[in-house]
Each structure stands twice: as structure tokens, then as C-alpha cells.
């Protein structure tokens, strides 16, 4: 079955980098549409970038020049660099994965796998 797991997260200072990783297992990333979401309290589930089979990407407004995905396929495994942090990227951050289509959509109900989550803290 189909498993992904979150990993790198963390407290950050304002200004300061992470790298969350996305282990994924049961399927295989080459194949598939990935993608990494993002929920802070009280607010919905919201798109942060999201990677097609073939390389193409997209991004939030809020993540553009400061985010990156990526993923090694012989690992298996996303990425999401985060630079230039700001207090409002704190949010529990979800990996995704969408076996079926090469060209990803962007809505949470686009995609049916998810991991469990890995929380990321920005502080001034």
C-alpha cells in the first residue's frame, strides 16, 4: 500500500531555512504527481507547490522565489527547501502524491495520499 512519510521539520527564526523531506513507498514517484500542502490552526488546507511526473512545477504566490520542490526518484523521496522564512509559514506541512495523473492539480481533493504530517514553527 501506498505510505508517505514526513520528515524535517521543526522551529526556525525569521529569515532562516528548512528542508522537509517526503519518503514515499508503495508507489513510485517517477510515475506520479507530488505535491507539498500546508493547514495552520483555523485555516484550510492550502496548496504550497506541487511537482509532475515530468519536472513541471507550481507554486503558491506565497512560496514563489523562497520555496523549492524537488524529488529523487531512486530515493523515492519530495522535497521542500524553505528560505527567507516568515512567521506565517508556520503550519503543519503535508506531502501528497496522486498516482493516477502526470499533470497535477492543485486542490487537496486532487489528491488521494497523504502522509501524516510534519510541523514547521517560524518565530521572531
Known amino acids: 500500500h501506498v505510505q508517505l512519510v514526513e520528515s524535517g521539520g521543526g522551529s526556525v527564526q525569521v529569515g532562516g531555512s528548512l528542508r522537509l523531506s517526503c519518503a514515499g513507498s508503495?508507489?513510485?514517484?517517477?510515475?506520479?504527481?507530488m505535491a507539498w500542502f500546508r493547514q495552520s490552526p483555523g485555516k484550510g488546507r492550502e496548496a504550497v507547490a506541487t511537482?509532475?511526473?515530468?519536472?513541471?512545477?507550481n507554486y503558491a504566490d506565497s512560496a514563489k522565489g523562497r520555496f523549492a520542490i524537488s524529488k529523487d526518484n531512486a530515493k523515492n523521496t519530495l522535497y521542500l527547501q524553505m528560505n527567507s522564512q516568515k512567521p506565517e509559514d508556520t503550519a503543519m506541512y503535508y506531502c501528497?502524491?496522486?498516482?493516477?495523473?502526470?499533470?497535477?492539480?492543485?486542490?487537496?481533493?486532487?489528491?488521494?495520499?497523504w502522509g501524516q504530517g510534519t510541523q514547521v514553527t517560524v518565530s521572531s
Open positions: 501528497a502524491a496522486d498516482r493516477v495523473k502526470w499533470v497535477c492539480g492543485w486542490f487537496k481533493t486532487d489528491f488521494p495520499d
Open positions: 508503495g508507489f513510485r514517484s517517477s510515475d506520479s504527481c
Open positions: 511537482l509532475d511526473h515530468d519536472g513541471g512545477t
